[in-house]
């Protein structure tokens, strides 16, 4: 400032001496003012040039000026400078997250005061319908026309969410969506989307499974409890009274095995998937099976005049790393269901193959009533019969193929199912041949591992 000063008087001084000394005392009054007229005419150059540039900055670099307006000039451009750093960096925020509620599994819908579509994430747009572009500026109302989604719009009262149908839902995959408005900043609304389809068949099948259990307890349970009716009301003779109890502990049987049964599927959801410290050989398996299924069909069928042909393929030097319960449980299911389903004068086939790619394939083969293909893609599911009666007649749970088909997956295998109706059925258990080593069976004479108690022999 003080050079400013300092340079305009002298501009003031050289012009008023030359003036004064081509005309004296007037000369240097019309220099005095030729000068100061001219320090005014720069500045007013200057100041234009400044102005100009200020108007608009991205035309060019800022003019290069000494003194005061240089000054002025190089305080506005570090003043822009800064200006856009913070605005390019405002902006890198704005991008990182909306690039993070884009990532996000759930919808987001920012919609303006007058419900207006302000942005939206594409799993919004997914699951809405909406196109993240074209309907920006739309009201959200005309765009998403879900009777549910209009009442609950309109109802102003957005603190619960409501659950309705995804624009991709069919009869085939129905697809469910939870939403809820969030009223923020000055009636701004935030719309929420998440896709509960999961849930709603998780809790569907609770709700169906608690059912079924109900059911398959109360019928044995209503039963039972007659027969103690019976018993306190009418004086029976010992044979009678012998007959009911027997008829009641078949009754109590069936509920046993039921419950065995839910604990059974219980663990097998609960634990970890076995490892590969425990190997099973094949030998001690198919022995344990056998046993079974002699005991079963003994029991079934004894009194009849024909009996089963039960044809058990020598198991091979063989072994299976997993849980030895959970393979023999799985093993007997199968075998025991062909024992079941299969007439007096039917045939079973156990048998052993070892696959080219190096599983291990278990399979059960019956000459049965077999099975129409409709129901083969439902047959592991809980309480899924094909014939409830025949089902229960011979004891049967409805669980025995859901243990079957799950023992097979937590070894990394899996429960294979063919069947032609009037033919018969085969199903096998596949296991992954890391799961599989050579181990030679003990010669007859040596001391064999005790099989375990029959579980299902009881059926
Ligand atoms: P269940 O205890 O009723 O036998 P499963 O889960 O073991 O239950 O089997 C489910 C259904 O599959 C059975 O109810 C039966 O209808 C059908 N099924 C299973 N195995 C056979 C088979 N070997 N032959 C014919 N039908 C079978």
């Known amino acids: ?249 078949t009754q109590a049987e069936r509920m046993q095995t039921l419950v065995d049964d839910l604990l059974t599927l219980s663990r097998l959801e609960g634990t970890p998937p076995p490892g590969f410290f425990e190997w099973v050989p094949a030998w001690t398996l198919g022995a344990q099976c056998e046993e079974d299924a002699r005991a079963l069909s003994a029991m079934l069928y004894g009194a009849s005049s024909v009996q089963q042909a039960l044809v058990f393929q020598d198991a091979p030097d063989l072994a299976l790393a997993g849980a030895a319960n959970e393979l023999r449980s799985a093993m007997s299911n199968l075998v025991s269901n062909a024992v079941r389903y299969t007439p007096p004068d039917g045939r079973v086939d156990i048998a052993w193959q070892r696959l080219p790619d190096g599983r291990l394939e278990f399979s059960v083969t019956d000459t049965g009533p077999g099975i129409a293909p409709e129901h083969l893609p439902r047959l592991s599911e809980r309480f899924y019969r094909v014939d409830r009666s025949r089902s229960r007649e011979s004891g049967g749970t409805g669980l025995g193929l859901a243990i079957a088909k799950h023992v097979a997956q937590r070894h990394g295998g899996e429960l294979r199912i063919a069947s032609t109706p009037g033919q018969g059925s085969r199903f096998a258990l596949v296991f992954p041949g890391s799961r599989v080593r050579r181990e030679v069976a003990p010669e007859p004479g040596d001391a064999w591992p005790a099989p375990e108690a029959t579980r299902r022999s009881a059926r």
Do not use: K
């Open 1 to 249: 400032m003080l050079f400013r000063l300092v340079t305009f008087i002298s501009v003031l001084l050289l012009a008023g001496l030359a003036g004064w000394l081509l005309d004296g005392i007037p000369g240097a009054l019309i220099g005095t003012t030729l000068g100061a007229g001219f320090w005014f005419l720069m500045d007013l150059r200057r100041g234009r040039r400044l102005i100009r540039w200020l108007r608009d900055p991205e035309a060019g670099p800022a003019p290069t000026m000494f003194g005061l307006w240089g000054e002025a000039a190089d305080r506005c451009r570090r003043l822009f400078r800064a200006r856009e750093l913070e605005v390019s960096e405002s902006e890198g925020r704005l991008q990182a997250f909306l690039a993070a509620i884009q990532a996000s599994p759930n919808g987001v819908v920012i919609l303006d005061a007058q419900g207006l579509i302000e942005w939206c994430n594409l799993t919004a747009a997914a699951h809405l319908g909406l196109d993240p572009q074209r309907d920006l500026q739309q009201q959200i109302g005309n765009l998403v026309r879900d009777p549910v989604f209009a009442t609950y719009y309109a109802s102003h009262d957005y603190g619960h969410e409501v659950t309705m149908a995804g624009r991709d839902s069919t009869a085939q995959r129905p697809v469910q969506l939870s939403v809820q408005l969030h009223p923020y900043g000055e009636g701004r609304l935030l719309l929420l989307t998440r896709d509960v389809t999961a849930l709603a068949q998780a809790d569907a099948m609770r709700r169906d499974f608690v059912a079924n259990v109900s059911h398959e307890i109360r019928t044995p349970l209503t039963v039972l409890s007659g027969f103690v009716e019976t018993l306190q009301s009418l004086a029976l003779d010992e044979g009678e009274r012998a007959r009911y109890l027997a008829l009641m502990a």
